[in-house]
């Protein structure tokens, strides 16, 4: 049978979160892990995303805006974290069980002072990455390599370029370089922006081809399993006439 796609069906997860003598532990287990699956790719990008929002106070000097904005976007993705492991832990059936299992998790959503956050944050997307599957590895380490190389080129670019003087700019910049579409209106011009630039650009067409021929793969595969259900199909029918004439 050709392998589809299982998305999360939010009526699913409410009827689990409020309905709760219904459904068996067993059915509890696969649908966190259905979570689990779901989210594990996003979060990791959001826990390298987390790690320049809580620098950025301590090697930039912002602007009184742009820290309102970093602190909006740390609060932002906190809360997503918490409402990720929230629901998992209403649904699952043995809660110290799981506290105990995720216990990353639980330390990443609880409030300690900022330079230890880092290390959480920058250790959930670490540990995260022995996770995943090969295909999300690929999206996850060229998200984590962006955002790295976009807090790396703004710390070196900003008092002398003015183009890459802000964080956004230099995400931008790092998003267009190892996506090889290169506008060329924005390029660093420090020894060590260089650097990271000619790193993006060689990364950028090795994982972007990779991606690329995972997709491919992966609709190849579909559209062999949509044709095997077909055979499958078609013999199950003949096989109802074959019995049909031996009555």
Not at 52 to 60: A, F, Q, R, T, V
Not at 77 to 90: A, D, E, G, P, R
Not at 219 to 232: A, M, R, S, T, W
């Amino acid at each position: 049978m050709g392998n589809k796609i299982k998305w999360l069906n939010p009526v699913e997860i409410f009827k689990f979160i409020f309905i709760k003598s219904t459904f068996k532990t067993s059915e509890r287990d696969k649908l966190i892990l259905k979570i689990s699956k779901f989210t594990e790719s996003p979060l990791i990008i959001l826990a390298f995303a987390m790690i320049p929002l809580l620098l950025g106070p301590y090697i930039w000097e912002l602007s009184p805006d742009e820290t309102a904005t970093f602190n909006r976007l740390d609060n932002i993705i906190w809360l997503l974290f918490v409402v990720n492991l929230v629901i998992k832990l209403i649904i699952s059936p043995r809660r110290f069980s799981f506290l105990k299992s995720n216990w990353l998790e639980v330390i990443v959503v609880m409030p300690y002072l900022q330079p230890l956050r880092i290390v959480i944050f920058g250790s959930k997307a670490i540990w995260g990455m022995t996770k995943i599957s090969r295909s999300d590895f690929l999206i996850v380490v060229s998200g984590g390599l962006v955002i790295t190389s976009a807090t790396i080129v703004t710390s070196f670019e900003r008092a002398r370029n003015p183009d890459l003087g802000s964080f956004p700019d230099a995400l931008w910049w790092a998003v267009v370089t190892i996506t090889t579409v290169g506008y060329g209106n924005q390029e660093p011009v420090t020894f060590f922006g260089r650097i990271v630039a000619v790193i993006l650009m060689i990364t950028g067409v090795g994982f972007f081809g990779a991606i690329a021929a995972n997709l491919a793969a992966f609709f190849v595969k579909k559209d062999e399993g949509n044709k095997i259900d077909k055979l499958q199909k078609d013999i199950n029918e003949i096989k109802a006439k074959l019995d049909k004439l031996t009555k």
